[in-house]
């Protein structure tokens, strides 16, 4: 009997089918990736197929150039302080409106289109996200929130009864306010409660380059402070050191990779290639 080459092709995903299946990964997908329906379209196949596989997939989603876009339609200036957006009353209207509306429900319905049973949620929802005021002490970011607690009970119900869960970085307090929080923090603070075995951030850049541009395949968490401002600048600081701390706080694997490129997740999953750069101990 012959064997195909489709059929020898699947069978090679079989080890890591059986290796994952019934874990949890903590999905980062960050703004810079969803820049064309294409691109949306795949990466929602790609979280489907998971899912069908046995893989238990929870989505935290960015969105900061779709705020961005708005605030500039609105004539509202926006700046950063190390890759943090500074958030005044008027800017947390538009974030709340664009994450946890408009990006959020776009999420959830092309993850449904392709069969998969995503529910949209913000970190207020069922406490996921209780949230402070994040203090520095050289600049006021205003209304940007550190995580101060995980609820991950909804999660991991909905993750268990088969549903996706798709989570917008919104936090809250006590007193009511809302908190503009950077979703690769959340990624990994939801990571650490519920020892996510991998923690993937899907960004616009193979992984983090060196000053020649270069692919850094693998970074030891001894090695990220002294990169600071030197090798990495804007958003690539709290992405690499929300990894640190969830590696440090015993998520298993950390990776980053480009999700401008097709299927990008699923060769970083299934194959033994090992694109993108590894965050380890
Ligand atoms: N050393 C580095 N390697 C790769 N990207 C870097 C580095 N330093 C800064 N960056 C920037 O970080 C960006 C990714 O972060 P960000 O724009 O916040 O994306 P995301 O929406 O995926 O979180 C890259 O597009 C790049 O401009
Ligand atoms: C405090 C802070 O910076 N919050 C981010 C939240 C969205 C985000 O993190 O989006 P990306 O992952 O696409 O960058 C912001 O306002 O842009």
């Known amino acids: 009997m012959h064997t195909t080459e489709k059929g020898?092709?699947?069978i090679e995903f079989l080890p890591y089918i059986k290796e994952f299946a019934g874990n949890t990964f903590v999905i980062k997908y960050g703004g810079s990736a969803m820049v064309n329906d294409e691109l949306k379209m795949a990466f929602s196949k790609d979280i489907a197929l998971?899912?069908?596989v046995g893989i238990n997939p929870i989505i935290v989603h960015g969105g900061g150039n779709e705020i961005g876009d708005t605030l500039k339609k609105l004539d509202i200036t926006t700046k950063f302080?190390?890759?943090l957006r500074i958030t005044d009353e008027k800017t947390m209207e538009v974030v709340v409106m664009v994450l946890a509306g408009k990006v959020n429900k776009e999420i959830v319905l092309n993850i449904n289109r392709f069969g998969g049973k995503a529910v949209g949620l913000s970190g207020v929802d069922a406490n996921i996200i209780k949230?402070?005021?994040l203090l520095l002490e050289d600049v006021d970011l205003g209304l940007v929130g550190?995580?101060?607690?995980?609820n991950p009970d909804i999660l991991m119900n909905l993750s268990k009864s088969g549903y996706i869960p798709v989570v917008s970085p919104i936090g809250f307090d006590d007193r009511g306010s809302r908190y503009n929080i950077n979703a690769d923090t959340v990624a990994s603070s939801i990571a650490q409660v519920i020892q996510a075995e991998k923690l993937i951030y899907i960004s616009d850049v193979d992984g983090v380059l060196d000053n020649n541009g270069k692919l850094i395949s693998e970074?030891?968490?001894k090695d990220i402070d002294k990169m600071i401002d030197s090798v990495l600048t804007g958003g690539m600081i709290p992405k690499v050191l929300s990894a640190k701390e969830a590696i440090?706080?015993?998520v298993k694997k950390v990776h980053i990779i480009n999700g401008k490129k097709h299927?990008?997740?699923l060769e970083e999953i299934f194959t033994d290639a090992g694109i993108g750069t590894q965050i380890v101990r």
């Open 131 to 133: 949230a402070k005021k």
């Open 248 to 250: 440090e706080n015993g």
């Open 263 to 265: 299927h990008a997740l």
């Open 146 to 150: 550190d995580v101060e607690e995980v």
């Open 81 to 83: 302080h190390k890759g």
């Open 50 to 52: 998971l899912k069908f």
């Open 219 to 221: 970074i030891k968490i």
């Open 8 to 10: 020898n092709y699947l």
